[in-house]
């Protein structure tokens, strides 16, 4: 019994890895390495409810626990050490580099929201979740819940505005 829910556990993660994890890097600005933390403790509070969820929804109950983990973690001061990765590239013709710094520009203005207004964009339009559900994972109120998604998107165009002066 214990291998049959291990195997499932297994295979539910190893089919949602990518997905949760991109979904943890956006919440945490696209640091890279806290995402891989907050992913981690979160599968492993799933590891001990699997047997209650596991025929229910696991993958919503991994992303309220990321969003509440990532509030959390943002709140703090200090987080220990904060490794950092540079990994430059050269430039090719026919390469993505266009869009990858358009991501990255992307999750550096994310990374400029609270950590709430974060979370309400990324669930609401990364994840394409209903409102209601949003504010069952932030744990609060729809309308603060869609305060927080229409001041975070508000803040993301301000931020992201482009800067060209249209000529002539």
Known sequence: MEQARAGEY?????ARWSVLFHLARLLTGGD??????????????????????????????VRTVLARAA??????????ERPVEELPEVAAAGDLSAA??????????????????????VLRYYQ????RQVAEILG???????????RGVARLRRLLADVIEPVG
């Open 32 to 61: 890279r390495h806290r995402a891989e933390d907050l992913l981690q403790e979160s599968l492993v509070k799933l590891w001990f409810v699997w047997p209650k969820v596991a025929d229910e929804a696991p993958e919503a109950y």
């Open 10 to 14: 297994d295979a539910f993660v190893a």
């Open 100 to 121: 990858v710094a358009e991501r990255s520009r992307l999750e550096a203005a994310l990374a400029l929201l609270s950590p709430q207004q974060r979370a309400a964009v």
């Open 128 to 131: 394409d979740l209903p409102d």
């Open 71 to 80: 509030a959390r973690s943002a709140r703090r001061r200090w987080w220990g």
């Open 140 to 150: 609060c109120p729809v309308g603060t819940a869609r305060s927080h998604a229409a």
